[in-house]
């Protein structure tokens, strides 16, 4: 069941984001960090009735760090800006995760391979912290070499987060679809084929009607998706009375999903077919 995060959470995000430009220094930064750690502690709480593996503590490990930089008594902008950057990404995904219900499995699979970054980094601070002479004597320039190579790892893991989020948003648009299910479709001829595609004239078994449909065959499933979301925005922005246009799609867990487009009869027509289509389910 979704969770909605409190309103002091939401705020304290906002500011967090917003004080970015400021310049006060050392003592701005461990405002930043204090105010990061009191809203990653409510979403930690409110984690706790989440169903998502390693959320939770994803969560804590990213308050550990924030607490490890802010008692670190170098100051190192650097390793600030890293321990910012891990508490960010977890507050992004806890509010994509109230946003719920559904969470897919690749967003699932990247918070376990976050959690598995994040305990790196907070080993690293706390070892940084604890006050042992040989972590004590590292350079500058090693503290950020390799704050430098979890940057990298923490880039690459919110780029993959805010591309699951565009698919998501994109499957949730195309949700409010007209679903055209397999079995109210009865195929043609194929007329045509591309990279990984085929379209072909159906008629609707309920109402007789004329359609084409364009189904998706490539190996790869999520190209064939991609394809298939791509597809669904150009037919949906690019309609013209005497072509075909958008009429709906396949259901969401179409193996090998389609669109379904009207209108094109003239485009049919004209059309030299290239092979009868015996049964939909062979395509």
């Not at 993959?160 to 949730?172: E, N």
């Amino acid at each position: 069941m979704p969770y909605s995060l409190p309103r002091k959470l939401k705020f304290l995000s906002i500011k967090f984001r917003r004080s970015r430009s400021s310049t006060d220094g050392e003592t701005q930064i461990q405002g930043k960090l204090g105010a990061t750690i009191q809203a990653l502690t409510f979403a930690e709480k409110i984690a706790e009735s989440s169903s998502v593996p390693f959320l939770k503590g994803a969560i804590g490990v990213a308050i550990v760090v924030a607490e490890c930089v802010r008692g670190y008594q170098s100051n190192n902008a650097a390793l600030e800006k890293l321990a910012l950057s891990c508490a960010q990404l977890m507050i992004d995904i806890s509010k994509r995760v109230e946003a719920g219900p559904d969470i897919s499995e690749d967003l699932r699979v990247l918070i376990a391979d976050l959690f598995g970054t994040l305990e790196e980094v907070k080993n690293f601070a706390t070892r940084l912290s604890s006050g042992n002479k040989l972590w004590r004597a590292l350079t500058q320039q090693e503290i950020k070499d390799q704050v430098n190579d979890y940057h990298r790892d923490l880039d690459q893991a919110h780029r993959k987060f805010q591309t699951l989020s565009i698919i998501v948003k994109d499957q949730s648009e195309a949700s409010q679809d007209i679903i055209y299910p397999h079995g109210n479709i009865e195929a043609g001829e194929i007329y045509t084929t591309g990279n990984e595609w085929v379209a072909f004239s159906a008629t609707l078994v309920d109402s007789g009607r004329l359609i084409m449909v364009k189904r998706y065959m490539s190996d790869d499933a999520s190209r064939r998706k991609t394809m298939y979301i791509q597809d669904q925005k150009a037919f949906k922005k690019n309609w013209y009375p005497h072509l075909v246009s958008y009429m709906g799609s396949s259901g969401p867990r179409e193996e090998y999903p389609y669109v379904v487009l009207s209108g094109g009869n003239h485009f049919l027509h004209v059309m030299r077919p290239v092979i009868m289509m015996p049964c939909f389910s062979h395509i």
